[in-house]
C-alpha cells in the first residue's frame, strides 16, 4: 500500500473531514480513504435528466414523429 501525505488543507476542510469520519464511526483517515476511493473509482451514474440535458439539440419535432404503418404484412403474404 502506498502512503499518501496531503498538505496546507485549510483547518475547515479537516474539521469538516473530522466530523464526518465522526459520522460514519471511522477515523479522519479511514473516512479520507473512503472519500478518495468513490470519487476516483466508483464514478457517479448520471440521473436520467443529466442523460436527457446531455443530448444534442438537433433536427426538428417533425423529424421524430413517430409514423403508424397498416397492418403488419407477413413475409408469405
Do not use: T, W, Y
Not at 22 to 34: K, L, N
Not at 46 to 59: H, R, T
Request: proline content about 4%; hydrophobic content about 40%.
Amino acid at each position: 500500500m502506498a502512503n499518501l501525505i496531503v498538505r496546507n488543507l485549510d483547518e475547515e476542510i479537516v474539521s469538516a473531514l473530522k466530523s464526518r469520519a465522526g459520522r460514519h464511526g471511522v477515523s479522519a483517515e479511514a473516512e479520507h480513504r473512503m472519500i478518495l476511493e468513490n470519487v476516483l473509482l466508483k464514478p457517479r451514474k448520471k440521473s436520467f435528466a443529466e442523460v436527457l440535458s446531455d443530448m444534442p439539440n438537433i433536427g426538428r419535432d417533425e423529424d421524430f414523429e413517430r409514423v403508424q404503418n397498416e397492418q403488419p404484412r407477413h413475409v408469405f403474404d
